[in-house]
Nanobody, 121 residues
Framework: QVQLVESGGGLVQAGGSLRLSCAASGSIFSINAMGWYRQAPGKQRELVAAITSGGSTNYADSVKGRFTISRDNAKNTVYLQMNSLKPEDTAVYYC???????????????WGKGTLVTVSS
């Protein structure tokens, strides 16, 4: 079965950096896009950054200039480099992939379990 495995979360001081990784594994035919969402306590889940199979990227306004999303197609892995972190970046970060499983004819969304990022002031 398809699985997304995240890593790289942790505790960091304001102004510091973290790099999140997410690897998709299983019987995958193709990946349309991968991205990162985050959810803070009492808040709705929001898109942070996304990247398509063609390399196009999209960022939330709040992270532009600070976060960079990238991918390694050979490893089915997406990364999120987070610089100049702020306390308001504190949230659970979830990896998302829209992909076509080997047994399907259409794309579906898959989610990782989430990794906690805590930024102290």
């Amino acid at each position: 079965q398809v699985q997304l495995v995240e890593s790289g979360g942790g505790l960091v001081q304001a102004g510091g950096s973290l790099r999140l990784s997410c690897a998709a594994s299983g019987s995958i035919f193709s990946i349309n896009a991968m991205g990162w969402y985050r959810q803070a306590p009492g808040k709705q889940r929001e898109l942070v950054a996304a990247i398509t199979s063609g390399g196009s990227t999209n960022y939330a306004d709040s992270v532009k200039g600070r976060f960079t999303i990238s991918r390694d197609n050979a490893k089915n892995t997406v990364y999120l480099q987070m610089n100049s972190l702020k306390p308001e970046d504190t949230a659970v970060y979830y990896c998302n992939a829209n992909l076509v499983a080997a047994t399907d004819f259409y794309g579906m969304d898959y989610w990782g379990k989430g990794t906690l990022v805590t930024v102290s002031s």
